[in-house]
């Protein structure tokens, strides 16, 4: 190797230690500038860092070893108009000699030829990993000062320099990207934890530690076991669900120093967080929802033996009243005497829905069921809707095919769907629309329909419409809750039935269900 390789070898390798000593973009860049002028004998050096749209984000300039400042709109326009701009474009490195010869050069007032500016330039381009990451230029104030060496010596120094600078922005972004998780997970409303697979708590974020009383990072000595009343070799006991990547949800009481635990959804799942498979568990806060849960229950209860037993006394009050009313007294009273049993008997109605709603959805079985007369039950339905009928003129058809076998059913909930259904199809048609209620024998089962000449019910609807709170969305619709085809959906299928709507939207609504034949 001769003197001139070695040596050239030697300076290399300090040039590429000094560059690579640091992660820190600023650092990098004054470093790049101080090697520059160090080997290459410039008095002013700078550097222009561009993002992948190939625009300036980042500088550094010295003059004279000092780092001045400049803004980004001025690399900007170097980079637009000046010798960097050109040798961005061409990838290549440019040599100047004499920069008022130079159309390359944009020349600035203090570079004229009695002044101290710029009088020779190289600019190389800083390339790395095949895209252009900056551009190095240095100056001096003596025209002809650098060489081909000085242009090669520089490349040298840009292709170390964009190494370094990869390295530095590879680094700023993954610190950016560890700042912005760590901040989700200290600001996240949710008590957050990472846990090896044993439970052990690894990080624990501020809502954690402010929900169970813990004092700032001190869970680091807990497991998720002392923490939470889980069943023992519970976690053991999903571990390999867990590693499949599966998410595992809990309902869990947290151990808390303010007192009474506190009720949580644990959610878990395996998540990368480095070389040690770990866990992250998510605790949500049921407190809120467990109080409105007991206040529901209050709240049925309340209507259960609150409204519901004064109810009953009223309507048999009513009853009694009307069996007492002396004759004379009837043409007057009986009229106001109707309305007040239809109108009590409907609230009682709509009571006992909104209960068997509760109960049916929390899994109750229908424990009453006994034979029920096919023809009565309908009679008893059409009864209860007639006044509405025939307040909106309409016409309503009993068809129920002779010598039908009876029903097992519990038949206050049967008549009530029965009702809901009829209510609809009286409710929704217009004034002289029809209904016709038909029942008859399929198999052993009793089909019940009720049609109607209404509005119908769009396609997409059919099914939606047996869901809680479903209302279509028609102008003028009459006043509703959604509740009621939900509850018919419950008690039919409760009592091992099905139930259907079919319909033509503008022809009209058909519904159809279906109850098991009694034994004989
Ligand atoms: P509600 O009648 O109180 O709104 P329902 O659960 O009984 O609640 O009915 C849900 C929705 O289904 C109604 O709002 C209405 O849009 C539609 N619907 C039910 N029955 C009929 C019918 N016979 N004709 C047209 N639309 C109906």
């Known amino acids: 190797m001769t003197d001139v390789t070695r040596s050239s070898l030697e300076l290399l390798f300090a040039i590429s230690r000094e560059l690579t000593t640091d992660l820190d973009l600023h650092t990098v860049l004054s470093r790049v500038l101080a090697s520059s002028s ?19 984000v980042e500088g550094a300039i010295i003059v004279h070893d000092r780092l001045v400042p400049h803004t980004v709109d001025q690399l900007r326009t170097t980079l637009e108009h000046g010798l960097a701009g050109w040798v961005m474009r061409n990838r290549e490195g440019a040599l100047i000699q004499n920069t008022s010869l130079d159309d390359r050069w944009l020349r600035r007032p203090d570079d004229a030829a009695e002044k101290s500016g710029a009088k020779s330039a190289i600019c190389v381009p800083i390339i790395t990993r095949d895209r252009a990451v900056g551009v190095l230029t240095i100056v ?50 949710d008590p957050v934890w990472i846990t090896d697979f ?21 869970l680091g000595t807990h497991t998720a076991s002392d923490m939470l009343d889980l069943p023992p070799g519970w976690l053991d006991e999903h571990r390999p669900a867990l590693e499949g990547g599966s998410e595992i949800s809990q309902e869990a009481q947290l151990f808390s120093h303010h007192g009474s635990p506190v009720p949580v959804e644990v959610h ?41 037993s004064p109810l009953s006394n009223i309507i048999s009050s009513l ?34 829905t909104l209960l068997d709603i509760y109960r049916l959805e929390a899994g109750q079985v229908v424990s009453g069921r006994y034979p029920v007369d096919v023809i009565t039950l309908v009679h008893e339905a059409v009864d209860a809707v007639q006044p509405v009928v025939e307040t909106k003129n309409q ?29 609809n199809a009286t409710k929704y048609n217009s004034y002289h629309g029809e209904i016709s209620v038909i029942a008859r024998t399929i198999g052993d089962e009793v089909e019940f329909s009720v049609k109607d000449n209404g509005p119908g019910i769009p396609p997409v609807a ?7 709170f479903t209302r279509l969305q028609v102008e003028r619709a009459p006043k509703g809750l959604g509740l009621g085809l939900a509850f018919c959906k419950l008690a039919v299928n409760a009592h091992g039935g099905r139930i259907w709507a079919e319909s033509r939207v503008n022809e009209g609504s058909h519904f159809i269900f279906t109850l098991p034949v009694a034994p004989a």
Do not use: C
């Not at 002809?144 to 390295?167: R, V």
């Not at 770990?278 to 809120?288: E, K, P, V």
């Not at 002779?402 to 029965?418: C, F, H, K, N, S």
């Open 395 to 423: 016409v309503l058809h009993i068809d129920v095919q002779p010598e039908i076998p009876q029903v097992l059913a519990d038949v206050d909930m049967i008549r009530r769907v029965l009702i809901n259904l009829l209510d």
């Open 268 to 308: 878990i799942r395996k998540v990368d967080t480095g070389t040690v498979p770990t866990l992250q568990w998510i605790l949500r806060d049921l407190s809120a929802r467990k109080a409105l849960d007991a206040l529901r229950d209050d709240l049925m209860a309340m209507i259960y033996h609150d409204l519901r």
């Open 38 to 56: 160090k080997y290459v004998g410039a008095e002013r050096a700078s550097v222009i860092v561009l993002n992948e749209q190939q625009e300036p």
């Open 140 to 189: 001096h104030p003596v025209p002809d000062f650098f060489n081909e060496e000085h242009l090669a010596l520089l490349q040298a120094i840009a292709d170390q320099a964009g190494i370094a600078i990869y390295n530095a922005q590879l680094y700023d972004s993954l610190q950016g990207a560890h700042r912005r998780y760590h901040e989700l997970f200290e600001d996240s409303i």
């Open 198 to 218: 044993n439970g052990s708590i690894l990080e624990a974020n501020r809502q954690s530690e402010r929900m169970s009383g813990h004092e700032p990072n001190s």
């Open 319 to 352: 009853d009694m009243l009307n069996m007492l009313m002396p004759a004379a007294d009837r043409g007057t009273l009986q009229p106001v005497l109707t309305i007040a049993q239809r109108s009590s008997e409907r609230m009682q109605r709509l009571i006992s």
């Open 462 to 468: 059919l099914q939606q419409i047996f869901d809680k």
